[in-house]
């Protein structure tokens, strides 16, 4: 006995040994020293409470190299993710799970076009930003075939590939596809018109309303200084989904100099989207946050400026079906002729078995996408053409980004931003001079009147083809207004200069109306006070429908009915999470949106329809028309009314309700039913989501408050929150050396750092910390840096 337990007490030691190993293996290095090839000069990087990389210098191409290394070293797994979807190669990666998600995006034309911007790329004469683009993707191969590589590899059974500047350019690719708005939208809307008629279209928000809230443009003379739903639910990266961002300027403020906040809101994901990083070098100083394998920072400030993002949400995808040539499938009509369709055919990798050969066809307005869009094929057997603003010229994504980080005004942002065409971003600015400004950054095209922009236009009518472009100068836009601030919450810009109201997916406004009353409130903010406006759970939309749909009941006896009638009319649209109203509140819209709808657009149009912004959008004018013709169930002689669907659906909710929290309506707390978790790549196989998924305490869940965290509608009335602020910034330019932030999970998407969820809690409880730009600051929390030095 005394033998077996000494040889377990030394298996026992063995395994822990093993396991320290093992951990310290794949684990960041924070501290020491690194020799890597191509560096001119020691460089210097010191690590903060945080994880955070501050980067000394002695020139660019050395910061960058650095920072290239160390964003691999912390994000491989992650970056080499993002790059898999942009250039569809999942499956080669990942298995034959992934093939139908590589087919879409080859479809779509994000890897093609990704090869003919590198070829651009290639051609170009010599950059700051070519240099500095190539210094990090050296850095990023060092690592790669020098470093410990993350354990995923090892799970998976792969190695990574180098690192190329053509990843870089799917990435952006991938990143301009942003979240599909139109491909989730636009087949509905067209079959609801096909289907349905005028009359049901009338009832929903298809185009913006008059009630919605505008973003009010200020233009100055001169500047002075399965379904495809389910299908994208498969995807190992998260979809941008919306975002806030405002800037106040100093006669606003108490420290009398401009304050900038900003909270993109992304798909939940463990790690977190961004990356943060502080690189300096003789005369550069930035603090930027980075998508993985994106050399500059997308958000971020120097000691002068800031620049911040949120979802344009502009119309930039537009379908066009074609008539097909009655005699030759190959060929389809345009105008008074036949045109041929053109072909690409590929091969796609798949792990663990043959290549795939998959072709592609064309028309004169793009990809044809029948055969990767469910929705579309069961719409329609003719082609459906996707004509994209993103694909129609390379992209110089890569210079805007670099000119807005080395920006030395507010002229060198402005002149940055005219060079994105494609996603649509709502750029943010700040600087230290006063100055305050909001770009639309789009190249946004000049459409026919025949084209309805949410409807399949006739593709066989040359007279329906894009016309041209606005010129930048026409974008929407506010530089200096005299309210003394600008916002932007994805909601609809007013009409451009000349005249026109672009369209767009834009939400209906709340966000923005709130962050505005809030700011003009008053005129003495702090960082202190607006974090309250940051982190607020309130819209006063939920309210308003609920207490129509209370007006509307008639009388009948279930439950507690009176104990929740009583909820929902002192209801202010708080979601705090020992909040009741929300828990019946969002099954009861539930419940009558489907009584309403599905009769109409089955389960599975139902279903998404829910995952669209015209559901958020739509749901007051909805619920407010009585006479609307949803109303009525299809399937039945009756002429179902408005009361009788919301009676209905309370019934079944509050059964329901009662079966799943108890009779004691008092206790159906919002923290009951809603369930916070960031999900890994892996993390979707058990038991590796213990590993890698990293779920947090109840967070008060929301659709469309300021602190947005969304979930999806259900009958489970469990609510998963998918998406929320990516992160949380704050920064007065009094003292721009110790802005805020916070990272939902943490730094580090290494499972064995530190930091790999560090920052779950703070994010949870509505806490931040600090972005330190000063040097005696940092090396307060870094007394021992990571030194490289030339190989």
Sequence with gaps: MKKLGAFLGFLIILLTVGILIFTIYHSPQYKGEIAISGLSEETTAYFDEYGIPHIYAANETDAYRVFGYLHAQDRLFQLEMMRRVGTGTLAEFLGPDLLEIDQFFRTLGIPEHALSSTEVWNTQP??????????YIAGVNEFIQEGNLPVEYTLIGEKPREFTINDIHAITGYMSFTFAMALKTDPLVTQLSRKLGPEYLEALSIQTLP???FIPNFYPDTIENESLISLLEKLPVPLLEGSNGWVISGSKTKSGKVIFANDTH??????SVWYEAHLE???????????AGIPFGLVGHSKHHSVGLTMFENDDQDFFEVELNPNNPNEYRFGEEFLPFTFRKEKIAVKGQEPVDFEIKETIHGPVMNPVVPEIQALTSNPVS???VYTQEPTKALEAMYKINHAKNMEDVAEAAA?????????????????????????????????????????????????GWYPFSENPMSINPPTGFVASANNQPDTLRNGVFFPGYYYPGERWKRIADAINSKNDWTLEALKAVQLEVINSDHPQIAKIMLQQLPDFDIGDKESVKAKLENWDGNHELNSIAPTVYYKWLYHTLRLAMEDELGKDTFENYLGTFM???????????LENPWWDNIDTPEKETASEIFAESLKITLEELEAQLGKNVNSWYWEKVVVAEHPHPLGSKKPLDKLFNVRTSPIPANDESINKLAFKLNSEGIYHVTSGPAMRILLDFMDVERSLSVLPTGQSGNRFSKHYKDQA?????GKYRYQLMNKEDILEESKDPLVFKPR
Excluded at 266 to 271: C, L, N
Excluded at 431 to 460: C, H, M, Q, T
Excluded at 761 to 765: D, M, P, T
């Design 126 to 135: 010599d950059s700051p930003w070519k240099a500095a683009t190539e210094a």
């Design 211 to 213: 009630e919605h809230h």
């Design 266 to 271: 992304i798909g939940f994901s463990s790690p």
């Design 281 to 291: 070098y003789p005369g550069f100083s930035f603090y930027g946050n980075h998508l």
């Design 386 to 388: 996707s004509w994209w």
């Design 419 to 467: 060079l994105i065409h494609a996603p649509g971003l709502n750029i943010m600015y700040g600087d230290s001079l006063g100055n305050i400004a909001w770009w639309a950054a789009a190249k946004l095209p000049i459409r026919s009147e025949k084209v309805y922009s949410k409807i399949f236009a006739n593709g066989s009518d040359p007279e329906t083809m894009p016309q």
């Design 615 to 625: 559901m958020i959008r739509s749901n007051l004018p909805f619920v407010r028309n």
């Design 761 to 765: 809690s703070l994010y949870a409880k």
